[in-house]
Nanobody
Framework: QVQLVESGGGLVQAGGSLRLSCAAS????????MGWFRQAPGKEREFVAA????????GYADSVKGRFAISRDNAKNAVYLQMNSLKPEDTAVYYC?????????????????????WGQGTQVTVSS
């Protein structure tokens, strides 16, 4: 059974930092793209960041560019999201996601439709 388990969420003051982790089990994702999405109350789930299978290509939502950094460790079957200069509008449940099909090209995806596996989410709350 494939599982993605997020950790590292919590309550932080504006301007602070958090590092989210996502540990995958049940299969390896070392040849597949992975990403982070978030969903605030009453809003649609939105793209945050994504990374290619090699880790050499990354993409970010404009709202987090320059503040967040996605990385991965294929040996540990894990992906991370370093979040700096957090703002109250970053408050949301953050979800890790993974593409099922290994990628023949070193690409990443913005759209939810490409992702086959999802974690349960971890709450991030940023106080002003």
């Amino acid at each position: 059974q494939v599982q993605l388990v997020e950790s590292g969420g919590g309550l932080v003051q504006a301007g602070g930092s958090l590092r989210l982790s996502c540990a995958a089990s049940g299969r390896t994702f070392s040849s597949a793209a992975m990403g982070w999405f978030r969903q605030a109350p009453g809003k649609e789930r939105e793209f945050v960041a994504a990374i290619s299978w090699s880790g050499s290509r990354t993409g970010y939502a404009d709202s987090v560019k320059g503040r967040f950094a996605i990385s991965r460790d294929n040996a540990k079957n894990a992906v991370y999201l370093q979040m700096n200069s957090l703002k109250p509008e970053d408050t949301a449940v953050y979800y890790c996601a993974a593409v099922s099909r290994p990628s023949s090209s070193d690409t990443y995806y913005y759209q939810r439709v490409h992702y086959d596996y999802w974690g349960q989410g971890t709450q991030v709350t940023v106080s002003s």
